[in-house]
């Protein structure tokens, strides 16, 4: 079984950017779906992004809301998924938590997410 570990919230201003990493140990994460979720307080749990496994050819995926601005990729070497964040907006607030599994049929849906990390604060505020 693969354990992750987020690292990299942390506060930032309106327009800045920030790099979010999901770091993998037991097992290769390159053999993974990896997703990126957020919950905001007093709200559900939402899609963020998502990256296929290397057998998907490491497709990847995106919320309408962050499309444009995040961006999600492996480092093979180092077994970890970034999230790239950039063009930040206070409605971007939220803990964000990553998200691993094989054999999945839809990327978006967080039951589908079988290990999860403890999850990284990301606060957008001037």
């Known amino acids: 079984q693969v354990q992750l570990v987020e690292s990299g919230g942390g506060l930032v201003q309106p327009g800045g950017s920030l790099r979010l990493s999901c770091a993998a140990s037991?097992?290769?994460?390159?053999?993974?779906?990896v997703a990126w979720f957020r919950q905001a307080p007093g709200k559900e749990r939402e899609f963020v992004a998502a990256?296929?496994?290397?057998?998907?050819?490491?497709?990847?995926q995106y919320a309408d809301s962050v499309m444009g601005r995040f961006t999600i990729s492996r480092d093979i070497t180092k077994n970890r998924v970034s999230l790239q964040m950039n063009s930040l907006k206070p409605e971007d607030t939220a803990v964000y938590y990553c998200?691993?599994?094989?054999?999945?049929?839809?990327?978006?849906?967080?039951?589908?997410?079988?290990?999860w990390g403890r999850g990284t604060q990301v606060t957008v505020s001037s």
């Open positions: 998200a691993a599994s094989q054999g999945l049929r839809n990327y978006r849906i967080g039951s589908e997410y079988n290990t």
């Open positions: 037991g097992r290769a994460l390159i053999t993974y779906a």
């Open positions: 990256i296929t496994s290397s057998r998907g050819e490491g497709n990847t």
